[in-house]
Structures are given as structure tokens and as C-alpha cells.
């Protein structure tokens, strides 16, 4: 068997094993080495939902680019090569039954070529894009960026030349981990610069965005109402469910999605 399916197939079995609640990536020390091997120069932000973003009135000058998912779409059309994968390892390695497991990372960039032809295939612009779609409208949360946990485990290189789109779910590496490690590690994916996530005064407590709805586990109940934490990425899953409409996302950048894109595009050229 190539070395490639080897190693994924290695991954797959590990996985579901990897975020004990006593984990050693709480450990400062063991953090900082887990950063050095698979983490070192990542810069991943996480995408809030297109529907949860305020317009109009709430941006005093609304810029030509107003939604997430058009961090995506840039990268996509820059993109000299696209490659969507067959499956997604987290959902498959836990048997997730919530979200569809063939809907994979996308990965874009010269070094996507080394990917092996059975994770997946070579895509066009209209493809990755309907693809992208199909992720957010099934519930999906885009994380992107540069991550070298990418390069490790599909074995190709170099890091500044593979762009990843996570479709990310609960059972994800990324949600996952970010619950059971050290802050250190955290500090690798971040919200977009200039999204705020705020519970509202008319706020009753009701308790449903706890409810298995935040995937960083950044909301509680505080004295009969929702909190939201430093946790947060911004993602807006909690916008969505709440019935009294009392958690928004606030931007307070209004170029918000042109800084991600000018941030992104120093660490990763996808020409």
C-alpha cells in the first residue's frame, strides 16, 4: 500500500482517541512541542455564517465585499490548482451521523497536487465553489487559512502553497482540539478580525444555544442567561437558534473580510 493511504489510514484509527479530557496538550510544555511538529507558522480564521452578518444600516458604509463566504470565493478564483476531497477524516474516524462525511476539506495551491487521487479529485472553479455552497448549507463551518497539520497528514508540501478550507463540524480536529488543549494551541484559529458575538439584554435564559448548538463550547448559563466566552471564533451557529433573537454578531471592522483576505494571502500563495 503507498505510504499516503498508510499514513491516513493511521490517522483514521488515532483519531477518535486523541482528545482525552486529560490531555497532554493541556500541558504548557507538550503544547509548545505539538506547535512546533504540526502547527508552526498556521494562521486559520474561522468564517461566521453569510446569514448572520448585519447589513445595511449596522455597516455605516457598506464595502463591495460584505459577506464570509466571499473569503472563500476570492481564494477559489485565485487558486492555480483545486482539489476537492472524497471525505472528511474527522467525520469518518468518529462515524459522525450529524453532518454528511463525504463533504471534505478543500484544498487549494500548488501543493494540492501532491495529494493522492484517491482522497478525492482535481476541481474546477465552479466546482469547489458548489461545493463550498453545499458545506453551508448543510451546517457546516468554514475554517481557512494555512495549517501544517494538513501537510503532515496528507504528506505534501510546502506549507505556503496549500490553502485549506475546513467544512468543520463538532467531530472536527479543530473544535475537538481546541476544548481539551492548552491555550497556546487556540491562539492558531481565530475570529475574523473585526466579528464580535454579543448576547443581548432581552436575553431569558431559555438555554437553547448550550444546547450541543456552539462547536467551541464558548456559551453558559450565568445568572439565568446566556455568557459568551473567550473561547468564541465568531462562527454564529448561535445566532441562528436563538428564538428571541437576542444574540447578533457585531462588526466592528467594516472591511472586515479584505483584512482576512490581505492576511491570509501574506502566509499562503495559492498562483
Request: with cysteine; aromatic share 8%.
Amino acid at each position: 500500500m503507498d505510504k499516503r493511504l498508510k499514513k491516513v489510514e493511521f490517522y483514521k484509527k488515532f483519531f477518535p482517541r486523541r482528545f482525552p479530557k486529560r490531555n497532554p496538550a493541556k500541558i504548557k510544555f507538550i503544547a509548545k512541542m505539538i506547535e512546533k511538529k504540526y502547527m508552526e507558522d498556521d494562521e486559520l480564521y474561522c468564517l461566521p455564517k453569510d446569514g448572520v452578518i448585519p447589513v445595511g444600516d449596522k455597516i455605516e458604509k457598506p464595502p463591495d465585499i460584505i459577506l464570509p463566504s466571499q473569503v472563500v470565493e476570492y481564494f477559489i478564483d485565485k487558486a492555480s490548482y483545486r482539489f476537492i476531497m472524497n471525505f472528511c477524516i474527522c467525520r469518518e474516524s468518529v462515524g459522525c451521523k450529524d453532518f454528511p462525511q463525504d463533504l471534505g476539506c478543500i484544498f487549494l495551491g500548488e501543493a494540492a497536487r501532491g495529494i493522492h487521487p484517491e482522497f478525492g479529485r482535481e476541481a474546477s472553479r465552479e466546482e469547489a465553489l458548489e461545493f463550498a455552497r453545499r458545506s453551508r448549507e448543510a451546517g457546516l463551518v468554514h475554517s481557512v487559512g494555512r495549517s501544517k497539520l494538513d501537510t503532515v497528514w496528507l504528506d505534501i508540501g510546502p506549507g505556503d502553497k496549500l490553502f485549506t478550507i475546513c467544512n468543520c463540524c463538532p467531530c472536527c480536529c479543530i473544535t475537538r482540539g481546541l476544548v481539551y488543549s492548552h491555550p497556546l494551541l487556540g491562539e492558531k484559529y481565530s475570529r475574523m478580525p473585526g466579528v464580535k458575538v454579543v448576547v443581548n439584554e432581552g436575553c431569558e435564559g431559555c438555554g437553547t444555544c448550550t444546547e450541543d448548538v456552539c462547536i467551541f463550547h464558548a456559551i453558559k448559563m450565568e445568572g439565568g442567561r446566556a455568557v459568551i466566552g473567550d473561547e468564541c471564533r465568531g462562527c454564529g451557529r448561535c445566532v441562528s437558534v436563538c428564538p428571541n433573537n437576542t444574540i447578533e454578531v457585531i462588526i466592528e471592522d467594516d472591511q472586515f473580510v479584505q483584512h482576512t483576505i490581505d492576511r491570509l494571502s501574506q502566509k499562503v500563495d495559492v498562483t
